[in-house]
């Protein structure tokens, strides 16, 4: 298995008229043209003043635009610049042995820089300098050239400037500029003052495609909510291909422009990553990104998804967020359109956070988080654990579970029910330092039940300073004095448990999901069970099977899920053991750019109070990193044995998005309104 976890890097949109647009930056790939850095060659230096076409007000004054200033520097989508910034374009040398351009003739490509000189309107001076390629003498022969910003390289055979994703949003002050070209120009020489300049007949970048913006509508939802990946399947628009930039067509809008050239069609999945900011609960916002409308009469249809994380090559998708279709009209080019339908926004309910699996068949030792991931408190009382023991019957493997949980306990324990512990507290209840009535779980609090199987660490003082902790459980275990002499606090701890069953030479655990109960009209309380979340729990016939491990539920995966998704892109990630070490937190490492060329690779846990590259060496002050890596599995391997998770370990570890900073971290474990 090749894990490719992608990372997205982070831009919010803030209306700002005067301002620059926020969008994908492109990632860091290897140049498809022969480019060479103009530095390197030895060739004539060439300096040629051009001009940057923008958009007009209008355009801009449909999107929520957004500019993000870093160090000075604009970062997010480019429409405007700082004077004297400098920007890496691409130029094409063609020589030709008439007066105009062939298919045909030599080319080579230059990587260099522009300048950005003053402003006049929405258009921009800027210089250009670049070394001229050795025997190209635009003195003594017909040469042409073209440019590019925005693209990757441009081919030295086809002349083709490549766009291609996945795009990014900017990282720490860079930006991404849309795709701009120059037509094919023909390059000439004056002599002014004695020295000899160079100019050709129209230097004009400008803006190629169209800036399309999909609307999702917060305004009924109850959970922010923050999208990272769109997913389209449509023949209406494309997203990679390449610039034709010496040969063009007629466009819809009867303009010339190079011919696009791509592969995608009205079944090709097409993905866009980027981070613009979140969507607030009562608010809606458009999301934008670049494409090339397609040539069509009527309407086409469309298919897009939201994701709150990003494609994997080897482990595909994870589940979708958003599901919409509808038919689209056709786009102009060089506009800024946004797309007629507003897309609700999914709705938050309690998710099960993090799981912890101890030995032994009987699945005793376990831990489990329960996160509120909403704006509104959420009574525990109203939910449900549920656990589905294998019990092998009929031919099918899906009748090998049964359709009514074994075990079922609620969320909300009698006092009665715990576990005491008589040399130490073992349980924590702060519902009333949060103002809210036991059982209650306020907005991104979490609530930890643990079996008396299961160690704690001594860190009761350290659960009681993490603010998104509010309840900790310390419920029984099977027999014995861990059981309190009990056998309804041991039956209450039932459906906590984690069994593993053994048949036919495989390895077969309990599924577990919670649901919430809801009384209906005429019946009793608790007659209708809503399912919400799952762990292991599935319907399609894959046996659950999972090893003695920790699950963590990816930052971002907050929405529920109804059955936990195992073939894919999975919302969890695990690692050996060491339980209690992150309870209380959603997700407690965050991405650290200091680290990423450490060991670390960019991770860092929240109580590592060290900063910059130096990460601390004891396990318990590093939380556990190297000596027990977080990986990401492919969940639907039918080979979970500790062997294979070794190779895992090592080979796949996980890292949180570059979204998933320091400050977001914290956020998600406060309260609206709360303090850090």
Known sequence: MAMNLLRIYGATLLVALTMGMSACKNEDAPVTAHAVKAEANSGQKISLNVDIEGLSTSDLRAMDIQENIVGNQHAGLKFKWTIGSTEKFFIAFKKESGSSFTASGPMVVRESTLKILSQEGNR?????????????????????????????????????????????????????????????????SKTVGGSKEYYADNLTFRFYGAMVGATIDNTQGNMLYSPHEITMK????????????????????????PKWTTTQNATTAQRVYFEQGDVAVGKKRTYYFWAVPSKFSGRREMTMEFRTDAYDEELRETEADITTKWKVKQLASAKVHRLSVEIPAPKGDLIISEVFIGGGDYGAATAWEFYNPTEANIDLKEYYIQRFDYNKSGTSESTWYPSSPTYESRLLPDPNL?????????????????????????????????????????????????????????????TGPLSNFSADKRMYAEAFFAPRFH???????????????????????????????????????????????????????????????????????MRHRYEALDWGYRFSYYYDRNRVNTPALGIHWMEDNSTGSTVPTLSAKNGYIYERPIFAPDYSKNDMSFTELKKEAQLYKYVPPMWWTKERAQKADLKPGENP
């Open 124 to 188: 921009y001076k800027a210089r250009i300098d670049v070394d001229a390629p050795s025997g190209f003498n635009p003195d003594t022969e017909t040469i042409f050239v073209a440019g590019a910003l925005g693209a990757k390289g441009i081919d030295a055979t086809t002349g083709r400037a490549l766009v291609s994703g996945p795009r990014y949003f900017f990282e720490k002050g860079k930006s991404y500029i849309p795709p701009m070209y120059f037509a094919p120009t023909r390059l000439r």
């Open 234 to 257: 449509t023949g209406a628009l494309t997203t990679e291909g390449e610039i034709n930039l010496f040969d063009f067509e007629t466009d819809a809008n009867n303009q010339s422009v």
């Open 418 to 478: 715990l576990f005491r512990d008589i040399l130490a507290e073992s349980s924590i209840d702060k519902s009333s330092e949060n103002n809210v009535k036991r059982g209650v779980l306020p907005p991104h609090k979490s609530a930890v039940f643990y079996t008396a199987a299961v160690v704690n660490k001594g860190m009761m003082s350290t659960f009681r300073g993490r603010k998104g902790l509010v309840y900790l459980f310390n419920i029984a275990a099977e």
């Open 503 to 573: 048949s036919g030479g495989k390895q077969y655990r309990s599924r577990h999901r919670i649901v919430r109960k809801v009384a209906g009209k005429s019946s009793a309380w608790g007659s209708t069970a809503i399912p919400v979340d799952a762990f292991f729990w599935y319907s399609n016939g894959i046996r659950a099977q999972y090893p003695t491990a920790s699950f963590f539920r990816k930052p971002g995966r907050d929405l529920p899920r109804k059955e936990m998704q195992i073939n894919y892109n999975s919302d969890w990630v």
